[in-house]
């Protein structure tokens, strides 16, 4: 898959049904998180990772590796969600985001995974976002995270909670 490094999230690609959806976030420190791979065996996925590993290593040129260059910052989505400008009517599941959108909370939210999250009643201490509990696993990510990473994200008809 090809990006254009500028603009990373502007590109969408349909996933068809010969293909997994598979993401791997890696932090400037080192740190994996796999996105995605529930949808897969776990064998068959280190499988996949050995034999992209393999790849990398054999594009390698002969001698020491390059400079590091710095990693590109990436733009907010074209909506932000200022959360530290927000507000919440916990009463009512009810957060209201830094641009004036409305989120309700008391639905379950799908991802572009196929996967449903809930709200877990928190706020996220670093961003101030509504904390969201992925429903499979114990997997929990702020809103403006999971809205940025595997959105777009939309209620779930018949998802009260």
Known sequence: MSHDDDDLFAHARLVDFTEHPLLLLIDTEGNAELIGEDTMCPINVAA???????????????????PTPEPPTWSRPAEPLHPFAATLDRARKLWT??????????????????????????LDRTSGAPLMRCEYRPETQPLDVLRAVCGPIAPMAGGAA
Do not use: E, K, N
């Open 48 to 66: 996949m990772l050995r034999i992209i590993a393999a790849d990398l290593l054999m594009s390698h040129p002969l001698g020491p590796c390059l």
């Open 97 to 122: 985001d830094g641009t004036g959108h409305v989120w309700d909370l008391s639905v379950w939210w799908g991802d572009a995974f196929g996967r449903v999250w809930r709200w877990t009643g928190d």
